[in-house]
């Protein structure tokens, strides 16, 4: 089956300690995004990339870093620096992007981080 | 900034009735779209709406867009125990009119909706 997998499902980590969460799609996506949802609350939109070796900010995109060496996979580094990286973690993908209409996302189950 | 916010935050129902969630948002949009988000998982698209639309189906869903307002409404008929989520509005936002979007989605704080059986 196609689709999103992201892991782990559940990550603790100190603070002070950089983490990489994985994100992998078999889709044959161009585009990836990863969001943040903290409790009640929406989506934000951390980074997003169109094209394999491209990648833009965010709205939140502070304290966060990305890569898109190849096509299948967008992971996402939490850093020391990100102030309050407590949250849910939501990778997503679609099949392009930069046009005129944008086609519909299709998410991971999660990454939840949990720092102390 | 958040673009699109949902009404109600939170809708409780019995099984077989229906519900109606309302999205207002504040500018010009390329499409807008429903997710649903069982609790602890990723979303779900449901349903897209561009924004030369007014109403659009799919099964129990309906969904209406008046770009006039600014709004959108999800309508779930004859609802079931297992439509209990979280339903999200989404908005694909124009730059200028008929511009191009960049793969951005602004999405609203959500819905929670309860069926009870």
């Known amino acids: 089956d196609g689709g999103i997998t992201q892991s782990p499902k559940y990550l603790f980590r100190k603070e002070g300690q950089n983490v990489t969460l994985s994100c992998e799609q078999n889709?044959?996506?161009?585009?990836m995004y990863w969001y943040r949802q903290d409790p009640g609350q929406g989506l934000r939109l951390i980074y997003y990339s169109q094209i394999v070796n491209d990648f833009q900010k965010g709205d939140i995109a502070e304290g966060y870093s990305v890569s898109r060496e190849k096509k299948e996979s967008f992971p996402l580094t939490v850093t020391s620096a990100q102030k309050n990286p407590t949250a849910f973690y939501l990778c997503a993908s679609s099949i392009r992007s930069g046009t005129r209409y944008n086609s519909p996302l299709h998410f991971g189950n999660g990454t939840r981080l949990t720092v102390t | 900034s958040q673009q699109g916010e949902e009404d109600p935050q939170a809708l409780s129902i019995q099984e077989g009735e229906n519900a109606t969630m309302n999205c207002s948002y504040k500018t010009s949009i390329n499409n807008l779209q429903w997710y649903r988000q069982n609790s602890g998982r990723g979303l779900v698209h449901l349903i897209l709406i561009r924004s030369n639309e007014r109403e659009k189906h799919s099964g129990r869903l309906r969904v209406t867009l008046d770009t006039s307002k600014k709004s959108s409404s999800l309508l779930i008929t004859a609802s079931r125990e297992a439509d209990t989520a979280s339903y999200f509005c989404a908005t694909d936002d124009a730059p200028n009119a008929g511009g191009t979007s960049y793969g951005k989605l602004t999405f609203g704080q959500g819905t929670i909706l309860t069926v009870h059986p």
């Open positions: 889709l044959n996506h161009d585009a």
